[in-house]
């Protein structure tokens, strides 16, 4: 069976009963829109009617680099401004904007976390492409994606931006009702009408969303003719001039950023090359026997960024003819003692519908995201400077790789890892950070190689200011032992 579509069979009349339930329930709930009603109904219909086979592993095929083009042979590019600006007056950005930092222990959209000099990932992105704009008399929008959960906050603090010469469009993804899982009954309609019933369906939903909140018509109107979707929280996600020229001079609809796969990255999604088309391959489509093999850095060597450039007609023809059939993620929870469930997508799966989609392999530079404080500590450290909005790599580190950053949970809110640091230690030349237990961080610290700093259990270990530490393990002795 082909990937590119799904085997529906007709419903049966259980399955028509069921839906119909769903369709009277829903009917009742007035939080969210008739488009949104539409959405959820048709992804629970594909869902229980769903009769797809998974993919033949024996039809993958490693892409070529016309599928994933070696970012160093994109077609060359004039330099010329007027050019750049020809380019950059076709192009829109747009972050994925839904995401709250509660797992890192904040409140409000995780964009507002100050990523450096007071600085959040908001103000950088807009700085990024203020700069752009000034620098080659462009008009690039900022369009951000917000969900329910961060809208309100979102259209606050973009107020601060209401001066700058940037026009910054906003526009919320689904709100669907999660369902409880035994028999999918949507839940508010059970009485659970707060926050907590709700949710935002994936990524996947910014096609749909974007052409149902207008602003897909509102880009095409203005002569933008590609998008680039990124996450929010990923600092290397720039907009790259030379991905934008090959898009335009190649006409290809789709192009999903795809980089050189490490050990920490082997259940990130991989494109493939699946009965002549361009594919992504999720680690929930393979099958057990397989997943070994998925995870292989020899075999699938490239995964999945995030970064996407979309063309906006085509999202339109797509949407318009409800083509973007991208596999549904369902995804059990258990929230205030109730089994859910809740139905998702993936924007990334969306690349095998699209005419001429390719891969580019970026470098890894463009593949910066924060996830946890210990991703804070690489990007507030002397790794990393800011110009013009863009977190540049320190070209003083010598190593390709950045040290890999281990922080036990006394660190995981920001606020402690803040606390727990009277200044960020200089990490230049540190291969691994290990810290265990209530450890304290003085100023002008220097890490070097491996180190391992272990505050046994109602221990607390403090490192002093300006010392230097090198292939140790620190404990709460007086000295401290090689590693």
């Not at 002569?223 to 929280?233: H, L, P, R, W």
């Not at 699209?354 to 890894?364: E, Q, S, T």
């Not at 530079?365 to 990007?379: C, E, G, M, N, Q």
Request: charged share 25%; proline share 5%; hydrophobic share 40%.
């Amino acid at each position: 069976m082909a990937a590119t579509a799904a085997v529906q069979e007709a419903p049966t009349s259980t399955e028509i009963d069921q839906l119909t339930r769903i369709r009277l329930e829903l009917a009742t709930l007035d939080q969210i829109s008739d488009n949104e009603k539409a959405g959820f109904l048709k992804l629970v219909g594909r869902y229980i009617g769903g009769k797809s086979e998974g993919i033949q592993w024996e039809k993958i095929k490693p892409p070529t680099d016309e599928v994933v083009v070696p970012y160093n042979k994109l077609t060359a590019f004039s330099d010329d401004p007027a050019r750049i600006k020809s380019l950059l007056d076709k192009l829109a950005v747009l972050k994925l904007n839904g995401g709250l930092g509660t797992t890192m222990g904040c409140t409000g959209p995780k964009s507002v976390i100050e990523v450096r000099n007071g600085l959040t990932f908001l103000d950088l992105i807009v700085q990024q492409i203020e700069n752009l704009n000034h620098t080659y008399d462009s008009n690039v929008p900022l369009v951000l994606m917000n969900s329910f959960n961060t809208h309100d906050d979102t259209l606050k603090i973009v107020e601060r931006y209401k001066d700058s010469k940037l026009d910054v469009l906003t526009f919320n993804q689904s709100q669907y009702p999660r369902m409880v899982a035994e028999d999918l009954t949507p839940w508010p309609a059970k009485g659970k009408t707060d926050n907590a019933g709700w949710y935002p369906p994936g990524h996947g939903d910014v096609f749909p969303s974007l052409a149902n909140s207008g602003k897909l018509d509102q880009l095409i109107a203005q002569g933008k003719e590609y998008v680039f979707i990124a996450n929010s929280d990923n600092l290397g996600a720039t907009v790259d001039l030379k991905i934008l020229n090959h898009l335009v001079e190649n006409e290809n609809e789709y192009c999903m950023e795809v980089t050189p796969k490490t050990l920490a990255d082997v259940k990130g999604g991989t494109l493939i090359s699946y009965e002549d088309r361009v594919q992504l391959l999720e680690i929930a489509q393979v099958a057990d026997e397989h997943v070994s093999e998925f995870k292989s850095i020899t075999k699938f060597k490239i995964f999945n960024t995030n970064n996407m450039w979309v063309s906006l007609k085509a999202i339109k023809r797509l949407v318009e003819a409800d083509a973007l059939q991208m596999e549904i993620i369902p995804n059990p929870k258990e929230v205030d003692g109730v089994k859910i469930l809740q139905l998702e997508t993936a924007a990334g799966a969306a690349i095998r519908f699209f005419d001429h989609a390719i891969g580019v392999n970026v470098p890894r530079s463009r593949f910066l995201p924060v996830k946890a404080t210990s991703d804070l500590l690489l990007v507030q450290s002397d790794l990393y400077t800011v110009e013009d909005g863009a977190v540049v790599r320190n070209t003083a580190r010598a190593n390709p790789d950045n040290p890999t950053v281990e922080l036990g949970p006394e660190f995981k809110k920001v606020g402690d890892f803040l606390k727990r640091f009277k200044a960020i230690p200089s990490i230049i030349s540190l291969d691994s950070l290990k810290v265990i237990g209530n450890v304290w961080f003085g100023k002008q610290i220097v890490l070097k190689g491996k180190v391992l700093v272990e505050a046994k259990k109602d221990e607390k270990v403090e490192i002093p200011d300006e010392v230097t530490i090198e292939n140790k393990h620190v404990t709460a002795g007086p000295t401290y032992s090689n590693l």
